[in-house]
């Protein structure tokens, strides 16, 4: 929360229960005597706003477990193709594989060069190095 047209935020709890009349009386009473606290004054006479609102919470679900299952008994399942891919323009493309990531087996490995892709990200694996999948679904990647 902050003074409207002021720079800098203070943070400020939020009471529980429902933010009507009297539970907005309450969060300017914590701002000002927080701003007080931070600054060493709190202007009384000055409109107050809210920056941001954070939120925790708290869902009691059913325990989660954690690993994968194999998605697939047979390497070739997680190639999806090849690409061309320069890593130096020096150099002319080289076609290397592309593996899906939703399907490479746990433990399986695979050497560079070659691409990883699933929804959310692109791994580049260079040649002399080797990623392989842990229990947990992991890309571990290390020199071969």
Do not use: C
């Not at 490995?109 to 959310?120: K, N, Q, R, S």
């Amino acid at each position: 929360m902050r003074y409207v047209l002021q720079e800098w935020e203070v943070p400020v709890e939020l009471p529980t229960g429902p933010l009507d009349e009297e539970g907005l009386g309450a969060v300017r009473t914590r701002f000002l005597e927080a701003h007080k606290a931070r600054y060493g004054f709190a202007r009384r006479d000055r409109a107050i706003e809210f920056v941001t609102l954070a939120v925790n919470a708290v869902y009691a679900g059913p325990a989660l477990s954690y690993g994968v299952t194999e998605t697939s008994t047979d390497d070739t399942d997680a190639v999806r193709g090849v690409q061309p891919l320069v890593t130096d323009p020096a150099l002319s493309a080289v076609e290397v594989p592309v593996y899906r990531r939703d399907a490479l087996r746990i433990g399986q490995t695979v050497a560079g060069p070659l691409v990883i892709v699933e929804p959310t990200s692109t791994t580049y694996v260079q040649p002399g190095w080797r990623a392989s999948t842990d229990g947990y679904g992991n890309l571990i990647a290390r020199a071969a």
